[in-house]
């Protein structure tokens, strides 16, 4: 079909129990079979998981620096509930990405190009993979949103953070394609 496989949402409002509308509509998305990526927040605290990151099935993402350290802004877990948050963390600091023409967000780098931190930015990263994962097929058996959870988080490399920092750690491309 035509629907989206993948939601990708560099949003967040205040930290919650997971119950919240947002969340809960995450999970009606994931229940229906999309996978879906959040930012977990740039608070830096811990319980500071920013909804709809505390949606149970979302993949919430935090952030980590060039070297693979805890980006100091990356929200912690666990959520309000009680649960682990985030579920993995990728690279979130200093990205360069595309910018909207007129736009000054970040440290723009030229016309097209700004360079900025957050979570926001490391979310993306987690939907490519995410799309890597779905191209190369789901077992028979497996619902698609929950396999790609299991292989991002079992693949991720141990930063040797606390769960709610890290939560399985970094997503590593190479370990997931090889998987």
Known sequence: GDEADIISMSLGGAPTDGTDPLSQ???????????VVV????NGNYFTIS???TADKAITVGATDKED?????????????LNVKPDVVAPG???????????????????????????S??????????ALILQKGVPNGWEKPKYVKNI???TA?????????????????AEVLSA
């Open 93 to 119: 600091v200093e990205i360069v990405a595309a910018r909207a023409s007129g736009t000054s967000m970040g440290t723009p780098v030229n016309e097209y190009y700004t360079s900025a931190s957050g979570t």
């Open 69 to 81: 350290r805890l980006a100091w802004f990356s929200s912690k877990g666990p959520t309000l509930g």
């Open 157 to 173: 490399k141990d930063l040797n953070l606390n769960v709610y920092e890290q939560g399985g750690g970094r997503i590593d491309l």
């Open 25 to 35: 509509t995450v999970n009606a998305a994931v229940d229906a079979g999309v996978v």
């Open 152 to 154: 991002l988080i079992s």
């Open 39 to 42: 930012a977990a927040g740039n």
């Open 121 to 130: 930015m490391a979310t993306p990263h987690v939907s490519g993979a995410a």
């Open 51 to 53: 909804s709809p990151g």
